[in-house]
């Protein structure tokens, strides 16, 4: 699995949550030299993709070409693959759609959910299987188990598990433990 540091996971998580994968606004703790140098990073390993914004819509912008022309950041199927994240389908900023994704057809019925398929082995495999013990799992455990901070593992639980695989999860304060989450 790639390693990935907290602020390249935190850029990634909030890019899977938007529907159009952009990584803007990074954290607000991540100015200058730090900016480029992360993103640098990322776009090397494939993680962010680089596309022209769209700037009648008010779109976020990495940087501005010299003729005008803004750049923003989306998150790569490969960039989500490092999260855990298995990308439902092909994303709609990207410019560049290969022949296959656009000649995929179309499903039928659009009142079912998309199957996720969750990776083995990846720290949201880990999270879910704390979460769906009997006596879950809180964020002081999460932490001990994935290394994160207990920011990253809070937006986990709410971004990637609540909000984009749609899983109910329910918390409760737990004398001696602090609030404990389970997968209800």
């Not at 140098?37 to 776009?43: C, Q, R």
């Not at 410019?95 to 499903?107: C, L, R, Y």
């Not at 990846?122 to 879950?136: H, M, N, S, V, W």
């Amino acid at each position: 699995m790639t390693k990935l540091s907290d602020t390249q996971a935190i850029i990634l998580s909030s890019a899977a949550q938007r529907e159009d994968r952009i990584a803007l606004p990074l954290p607000e703790s991540l100015r200058g030299g730090a900016a480029a140098k992360v993103v640098g990073a990322m776009l090397a390993k494939g993680f962010l993709e680089e596309v022209d914004a769209d700037m009648r819509n008010g779109q976020a912008i990495w940087r501005e070409t010299g003729d005008g022309h803004g750049v923003t950041l989306v998150a790569t199927d490969a960039g989500l693959a490092a999260i855990g994240i298995e990308p439902e389908d092909a994303n709609p900023a990207l410019a560049g759609a290969t022949e296959a994704q656009s000649s995929a057809p179309a499903t039928e019925d659009t009142d079912q959910p998309k199957p996720v398929t969750i990776r083995a082995g990846t720290k949201q495999a880990q999270i879910i299987a704390l979460l769906q013990r009997p006596e879950g799992a809180s964020i002081t455990e999460i932490v001990e188990a994935t290394s994160w901070q207990p920011h990253t593992a809070r937006g986990m639980i709410s971004g990637a598990l609540k909000k984009k695989l749609g899983l109910q999860i329910t918390s409760a304060a737990e004398e001696g433990r602090g609030t404990v989450h389970r997968i209800g």
